[in-house]
């Protein structure tokens, strides 16, 4: 479906974070492992999420929808598969990489696939990983891509890690850990991208149990005698959905609140509100509420984004939108996402007028009068929403297979239809 996006003027609106994608799945694959009866309030209920939760079903873990919850019966870290199981896990490389490890939790091989792109999204690093905790893989079709076929058993011991391209890597060994039959100590000899994400693997590891001991990112040990033990558990709004909503403050003008965070959040891309902040807009965090105002002019700036990866296309359409120039660093591990994220938003906002120039490591941008335009975000969720938001800012662009964003924000949409900002 088309959506058709027209300028809007200055706004004054409140909105209400969705709750996190990256830690509804973490949070799934513990629940999954801990012994007993887990319930999981505020899941985000999302494409991805659902992906890990029926894969999990298919590992015969039960997995039960009551009133916008999720109740969860564990396998107390041994999955009572019934054979060879084949995972599809289509466009969810989250789900795709977190299950991997988890795979020499069960009996019978595994094999995990995924749609055209996710066969295009490298994952050789981690089953490069793998044989040196007792896992042996198999590639189906290309070596270091999926689909693949794991099987072993996971023996733990030290394994060095390769987290340049995804640290999505790291956390699927880290999940697993606590079942290991000896500790796992994981060392990353280079800094992972998305980094902070890591953050939110050890977060949601320690509150159902498990023991981590960590040096930065360089090093984390996990105990394989504290194992995941069942609880209740709420998820936190998620601040890289919340950066639409920021963003819409930043480029029409005007207040934006957003309930559901919290400004102690190990999130990464809570840093969105810095860059807004650094461009001129007043950011103020209360109790569970950010707000983002923006009176005056937006000034470009140099920022590091390699912690906060989601919010960077978002980022690019405020800066399109400023009077002076801005770079945006740390990036070049966007190639490998749902779409080539650095060519592709540079490619699409050249169309409606915007300069770009694109390095191995940065995206510079630099305003220019931007006209109207169809935007097809190659089924990429953030490429869609990024550029609905700079449509509100200057009128006349349509996005194209709108429903993309349902892999990580259903209600997107009918929210900014419900604010009146959509026809």
């Not at 019966?73 to 977190?98: H, I, K, M, V």
């Not at 490998?336 to 994220?341: I, L, M």
């Not at 906002?349 to 191995?360: H, I, K, Q, S, Y």
């Not at 089924?379 to 938001?389: E, K, Y």
Request: charged content about 20%.
């Amino acid at each position: 479906m088309d959506i058709s996006i027209e300028k809007t003027g200055s706004v004054d609106l409140t909105f209400a974070a969705p709750p996190s994608k990256s830690f509804t799945h973490r949070a799934l694959i513990a629940a999954a492992l801990a012994e007993g009866k887990t319930t999981i309030f505020r899941p985000l209920e999302a494409e991805d999420t659902r992906l890990t939760a029926r894969a999990l079903r298919k590992l015969n873990v039960t997995v039960e929808e009551e009133n916008r919850r999720l109740v969860v019966t564990g396998c107390n870290g041994a999955f009572p598969d019934n054979g060879t199981t084949t995972l599809d896990l289509e466009n969810s490389g989250t789900s795709l990489r977190l299950l991997t490890t988890l795979a020499l939790l069960c009996r019978y091989p595994v094999v995990l696939t995924g749609s055209a792109r996710m066969q295009e999204r490298p994952i050789g690093p981690l089953t490069d990983a793998l044989p040196a905790i007792g896992g042996a893989v198999e590639f189906l079709n290309n070596p270091g891509y999926p689909p693949l076929k794991v099987s072993g058993k996971l023996n733990g011991g030290p394994v060095v890690m390769d987290g340049s391209k995804s640290s999505q890597f790291i956390s699927s060994i880290l999940m697993a850990a606590p079942y290991a039959q000896q500790e796992i100590e994981v060392v990353i000899p280079a800094p992972p991208a998305s980094a902070s994400y890591l953050d939110i693997t050890v977060s949601v590891m320690v509150a159902f149990g498990a023991k981590v001991t960590r040096t930065g990112y360089e090093r984390f040990v996990v105990s394989n005698t504290d194992r995941y033990k069942a609880r209740r558990y709420t998820i936190e709004g998620d601040w890289s959905s919340a950066s639409y909503f920021f963003a819409i403050a930043a480029v029409c003008g005007g207040r934006v609140r957003v309930k559901n965070l919290g400004a102690d959040s190990v999130q990464g891309d809570r840093r969105f509100a810095d860059a807004l902040a650094a461009m001129g807009c007043s950011v103020t965090y209360g109790k569970d509420t950010v707000t983002v105002e923006r009176t005056g002019p937006l000034t470009g700036i140099m920022f590091d984004m390699s912690t906060s990866p989601d919010t960077v296309q978002t980022l690019c359409m405020v800066a399109a939108v400023a009077k002076t120039p801005t770079t945006i660093t740390g990036i070049s591990h966007l190639k490998f996402k749902e779409s080539d994220r650095i060519t592709g938003t540079a490619d699409r906002l050249r169309a409606l007028g915007c300069g770009v120039d694109v390095g191995e490591d940065s995206l510079a941008i630099r305003p220019a009068p931007l006209h109207g335009g169809t935007i097809d975000p190659a089924n990429d969720h953030r490429m869609a929403m990024s550029f609905a938001v700079l449509g509100l800012g200057t009128g006349g662009i349509t996005i194209r297979n709108s429903e993309c964003v349902n892999k990580s924000f259903p209600g997107f949409w009918e929210l900014l239809k419900n604010a009146g900002l959509l026809v």
